[in-house]
């Protein structure tokens, strides 16, 4: 049923994705578990096969593939490692900045490196001391100088932000006023003076996918890094949340989730319990049937909202109910997998109990579970407001026709003419 969804492209690009995954990424999941690093080497080969830029139109040398497409690489990535499935997911945050808000400046100088995956982009919303309320953020941008001269001085201190030890464009919104107009998004390269990225500090799952915090110490920012105009930066941070950053997790859950599930089922036919599969037992089997029922569902409210994001609908309600649910029922399998799997689960010589941290790791970001019940309770009321798929339906829209799928990376990528 959800097959439905996809084009012959999208099945290619799938066994492209899920064929490099297997002989590429699977290799080095077991020295990312251990290592205590951020896994920079693979991420950068994954980014060189243009997989970051799936989104970005063709002109600038991207994919222009869309968001369907977008979901199937995140997905097929995070079947075989979820730590990798989220590192692409946090650099189509940084690119979904500059596609939506970014000026033709902005959008040549950046977005061919990043289709080219010599930049990986990130986006620093989030503060220690707001988290869900970004309205409550701290940091700000002070102007300075005049006409040519003028730069903006960042101050503060930016958490969890995925990709922050190997980003190469941060995309940081900070206040530059009051009330929900005063934020302003800027795009601060990594190595400018005053921004540090703290170390890595291994977490309990993702190993290997980097999120830590940015200090932003007086860092000094030409006006030409301003993204959008002063003021927009709360409408920068909420439409690349909803539009990338919700699909982007739900795909994600969906790629551990389809691992839990292969996981699981290969064990119960394989492990022996009163002489015959623990498959054959009836409590084993229903469990089963919850998983594939969990999973089922999951794909179809996966895809669906990003089919309707690639033809112009509005979507937003649909985005998040699809990362409720993915993030939601991807938990609740994982830890009736580990009950199917029961002692053995807790070894290391299964995967499980990496999928089990994995999922742990999806109810934060693009809003927890409880933000989107919110916004799905304001939809329910009347209480929303123009949805971010309408007002930008016109970027997020994908047109098969102009922009053939690209499966490979684009070899010499280019600015428009
Ligand atoms: C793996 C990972 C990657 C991330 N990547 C990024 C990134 O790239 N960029 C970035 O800016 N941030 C990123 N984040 C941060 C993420 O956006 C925050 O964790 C998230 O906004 C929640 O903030 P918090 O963790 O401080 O929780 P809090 O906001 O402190 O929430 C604590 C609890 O209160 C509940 N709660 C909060 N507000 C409400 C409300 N209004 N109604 C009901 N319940 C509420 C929450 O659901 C939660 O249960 C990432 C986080 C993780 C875990």
Redo the contacts with the bound molecule.
Sequence with gaps: MSDGFLTDDHHRLRQRVRAFAETEVAPHVAAMESSGRVETALAQLIAAQGWIGVTIDPAYGGMGAGHLAKTLIIEELARISGAMG?MAQ?SQ?GTATIINYGNDDQKQRWLPQIAAGTCLP?????EPGS???VLGMRSTARRTGRGARTHYVLTGR??????SHIGHLHAVVVRTGRGSRGLSAFGVEHDRPGLTATPYRPAMG?RGFG?GELILDRCRVPAANLIGQIGDGLAIAYSSSILYGRPNLTAVALGLHQAIVDQTVSFAQHRRRYNAPLAQLPTIRDKIGLLQQRLMTARILAYHAVHQLDHGQPCDHDLINAKYLNVAASRDSARDAMDIHAAAALHTDLPLERFFRDVQ?LF????????QL?RLAEAALGLGHRQWSQRLAHLTRHHPDATQTRTSAPAHPTAPA
Excluded: C, E, R
């Excluded at 930016?158 to 990709?163: D, Q, R």
């Design positions: 989220a946090a945050l990130t986006i620093a919303v989030t988290g869900s309320h930016k958490s969890w932000i995925g990709n993702l999120f790791h934060a970001p693009a809003g927890t579970g409880d933000i919110h």
